[in-house]
């Protein structure tokens, strides 16, 4: 998992689907490289984008212009999450594609509760990692692709900035 994420880190694109009861509750799209991030959350119908250039990050909301954001904003990179579980193991590997399992803490994955959420972690012959999981209430389930993409260039600060 070391070197998928060591290539990862070289920057890449995400698509996180958040499903309850069996319907799609919040999407999520967007790619992070240079430290840098952008992505669109979809919930409700409606979408929101934020861009993060440490320290500063900046919203857009339909309809108006970019804002920037006092205060904590997600740093649009779900790999930091999936950075280091309390427990990792191998399930199986065939043909250059790795499955594992893990465990993380339920706050790391945003969920409320102190227990632990087990999360199966998928690498393919690529370097996608794929990460799924159902919270601990079973209503609910998280998936997550992470695909290298380490040309792309830098998010740009919105203007005016």
Do not use: C
């Amino acid at each position: 998992m070391t070197s998928a994420i060591a290539t990862l880190n070289q920057g890449y694109t995400f698509s996180t689907t958040i499903s309850a009861g069996g319907q799609v509750a919040t999407q999520a799209t967007g790619r992070w490289t240079g430290n840098t991030s952008e992505f669109v959350v979809t919930s409700g119908g409606t979408l929101i984008t934020y861009r993060t250039i440490p320290p500063r990050s900046w919203v857009l909301q339909p309809g108006q212009g970019w804002a920037e954001v006092n205060g904590s904003v997600p740093s649009g990179s779900p790999l930091d999450t999936l950075k280091a579980p309390i427990q990792l193991s191998v399930a199986s590997q065939d043909g250059g594609t790795l499955d594992m399992s893990a465990t993380y803490p339920a706050a790391v994955l945003g969920l409320a509760g102190s227990g632990s959420v087990p999360v199966t972690l998928t690498i393919a012959p690529d370097g996608t990692l794929t990460a799924a999981y159902d919270a601990p209430t079973g209503s609910a389930s998280s998936k997550t692709t992470i695909s290298p993409n380490p040309g792309q260039s830098p998010v740009p600060a919105p203007s005016p900035a």
